[in-house]
């Protein structure tokens, strides 16, 4: 019997926007409303406390907006067609989805930053490790994502 698993960047195309579609898109819009309300709830809690990161709930509702708005984007023009390998539409516009990648890494680096990379004060209580915890499980997801679909898939596509 053979236990080892076919490495993801070798799952054909199928299977990898299965794996995005429904695991990390689906998994990503199920969590930023719970980070934008953890995120108001500590800014509200503690707001005398100079170790909350000034603006970080206007931070979370940018990065949800613009991941949102990449998602239908991408589901609706890049990823639909590319199921069962088709070949690729000359005006699919994955380019524009590489510059949203970055502009989505950005707001990732600037999260990053703004909490000294997730790293919450002693004096924080339950809801702020949690928010800080989750948020750095999406920075490591939507990372990950991205990593699939600039390097492994999207390369399928162009030529």
Not at 53 to 67: D, R, V
Not at 70 to 76: F, N
Not at 115 to 142: I, M, Q, V
Request: proline share 6%.
């Amino acid at each position: 019997m053979n236990d080892q698993q076919t490495p993801i960047e070798e799952l054909d195309t199928d299977a990898l926007l299965e794996i995005i579609l429904r695991g990390y898109d689906a998994g990503h819009m199920a969590k930023l409303p719970e980070l934008h309300r953890l995120a108001r709830k500590i800014e509200a809690v503690h707001r005398a406390n100079p170790k909350v990161p000034k603006g970080i709930t206007l931070a979370i509702k940018n990065l949800q907006h613009t991941l949102t708005d990449h998602i239908e984007r991408e589901d609706a023009y890049v990823l639909k067609r590319m199921e069962h390998d088709q070949p690729p539409n000359p005006d699919t516009p994955i380019a524009q989805m590489n510059e949203e990648h970055s502009i989505l890494k950005k707001q990732l680096g600037k999260l990053r930053q703004m909490t000294g990379n997730y790293r919450a004060p002693e004096s924080a209580c339950r809801s702020w490790l949690r928010f800080y915890r989750e948020l750095k499980a999406l920075d490591h997801r939507l990372s990950e994502q991205i990593y699939l679909e600039r390097d492994v898939l999207f390369p399928r596509f162009q030529f």
